[in-house]
């Protein structure tokens, strides 16, 4: 008995073909494309399965697309594509400008100098330069943002609250002041990894990964990163939970968190 079938499956990617010797013999047939740097993209495979006895022929292929796995964001096919102010084509970053229309402007930016107002519930300012500031970073898969901490003020440092960017991460360099920064692993461990940093110190967050940064100086604080992708996005943990549009519902905080639901009322109601 032969059979044929002809599937689109990523998802065999990551499953070991080893694991399907239990069904029989196998013999991989066909492999073949490469991208320009040599990363496998394209894949062809026919797998030939002889079951035990030989009395049965499967022949499967598929063709689907390996993921090139990469920090940042996906390379560009041309020098420059700055992005198009209030362009109505939806793509997966922003349509490009004429080049013959693109001048130094559109790869500049000015303002980091000026001292960011720290006058607020957290007692910092986050300055981002993303593609949406300067449209020259459009596919070069770069970002830089300056953070700007108050000093000890009433009991309260200047923090730079527990927070992701899910697309990118982070490297982050001490311009002036002292900084306790840290990030957590992921689940089961959940473990904090912490360092204080002071002027010239560098401290990278992996990409995901819950992060934050605090003054712990008696002056300010100031520092500038730079992130792998042209917008990095932002979550903020606190206001992502209690701060969300509509809420997140009481009882699912209390239970997440094993409070009373006062208190999780009462939380919501500072976001």
Same mark, same amino acid.
């Given at each position: 008995?032969? +059979? ?6 990523? !998802? %065999? @990617?990551? *499953?070991?073909?080893?694991?399907? /010797?239990? $069904?029989? &013999? ?30 049965? +022929? ?6 689907? !697309? %390996? @993921?090139? *796995?990469?920090?940042?964001?996906? /390379?560009? $096919?041309? &020098? ?192």
């Amino acid at each position: 008995m032969k +059979l044929s079938y002809m599937i689109v499956l990523p !998802l %065999l @990617l990551f *499953f070991p073909l080893s694991n399907l /010797s239990l $069904l029989g &013999d196998i013999e991989i047939l066909n492999y073949h494309s490469k991208d320009p740097r040599g990363r496998p993209r394209n894949m062809i495979v026919s797998i030939e399965l002889v079951r035990p006895g030989g009395k049965s +022929l499967l022949l499967v292929g598929f063709s689907c !697309l %390996l @993921l090139a *796995f990469a920090a940042a964001d996906h /390379s560009p $096919l041309r &020098d420059f594509c700055v992005a198009q102010a209030g362009g109505s084509v939806l793509v997966n970053g922003l349509a490009c400008k004429d080049p013959k229309m693109v001048r130094a402007n559109d790869f500049s930016f000015s303002g980091l100098h000026l001292l960011g107002k720290t006058s607020n519930p957290v007692g910092s300012k986050v300055t981002p330069v993303t593609v949406a500031k300067l449209p020259g970073l459009n596919t070069l898969g770069i970002s830089l943002t300056s953070i700007d901490y108050a000093p000890w003020v009433s009991r309260q440092w200047g923090i730079n609250p527990p927070h992701i960017h899910p697309r990118a991460s982070e490297i982050l360099v001490v311009q002036e002041g002292t900084l306790e920064v840290g990030f957590i692993t992921s689940n089961p461990g959940n473990r904090l990894v912490s360092k204080v940093l002071q002027k010239g110190d560098v401290f990278v967050f992996p990409q995901g990964l819950i992060h934050f940064q605090r003054n712990i100086g008696t002056g300010n604080a100031f520092a500038i990163a730079a992130l792998g992708s042209q917008n990095p996005g932002v979550i903020t943990i606190g206001n992502a939970v209690f701060g969300s549009s509509p809420d997140v519902s009481a009882d699912i905080l209390a239970g997440a968190f094993q409070v009373d639901q006062s208190v999780v009322n009462q939380i919501q109601s500072k976001f």
